[in-house]
């Protein structure tokens, strides 16, 4: 089979991303990121659909290797704005941290990744426009996650090397 997309039209990119954003809200993830790829496809700088297509990518995460990180990645640093890139790049990790967690990753290997996200929350914040304190929100929910488990479970890798090092120095054929 030899079928192609067909071109929206350039009228019709509002409406487009409106219907983007409408599909995400009934978790249809596959059919927003459809339209946000038509719309790209009209007007490559159209920041609602970059914005819309990572979101869609995100909404797709199941904590699994398959997981498209990178092009959500992608889609976000197509944004122009640096506090909205800054504020979706932490969404992302966030995402991709919680959909890990909740696949059955254990909690010290993804410390690093929420922490990315609340770095990006962090320099977001200090350009957030007055009244928007989204990522503030994020940031907090992300801490109150980290709290939500005992700290051993976050640092569990760095404890059991210790123990390792710390504990026992002789080799195991010496053992009797």
């Known amino acids: 089979m030899d079928y192609k997309p067909k071109t929206i039209t350039p009228a019709g990119i509002k409406e487009a991303n409106s219907k983007a954003e409408r599909y ?3 978790n249809q993830p596959e059919e927003a990121e459809s339209i946000c790829l038509d719309v790209l496809a009209v007007d490559p700088q159209n920041q609602l659909a970059w914005r819309n297509l ?3 990518i995100t909404d797709q995460f199941t904590g699994k290797a398959t997981d498209r990180h990178t092009e ?4 976000f640093e197509k944004l122009t704005d640096k506090y909205e890139r800054l504020y979706y790049m932490g969404i992302m990790h966030e995402r991709r941290a919680k959909s890990q967690l909740r696949s059955g990753h254990l909690p010290h290997t993804l410390l690093v990744i929420f922490e990315e996200a609340m770095r990006c929350f962090e320099e977001a914040q200090k350009l957030s ?4 304190d989204d990522a ?3 940031w ?4 109150r996650l980290l709290q939500s488990r005992a700290d051993a479970d976050w640092h569990r890798e760095h404890q ?3 123990g390792i090092d710390a504990g ?3 080799p195991m054929y010496s053992r009797k």
């Open 160 to 162: 059991e090397i210790e």
């Open 129 to 132: 426009p007055a009244a928007n």
């Open 54 to 56: 990572g979101l869609a």
């Open 140 to 143: 907090n929910t992300c801490v």
């Open 136 to 138: 503030i929100l994020h």
């Open 168 to 170: 026992d120095s002789q």
């Open 24 to 26: 995400r809200f009934l």
């Open 72 to 75: 959500a990645e992608l889609a």
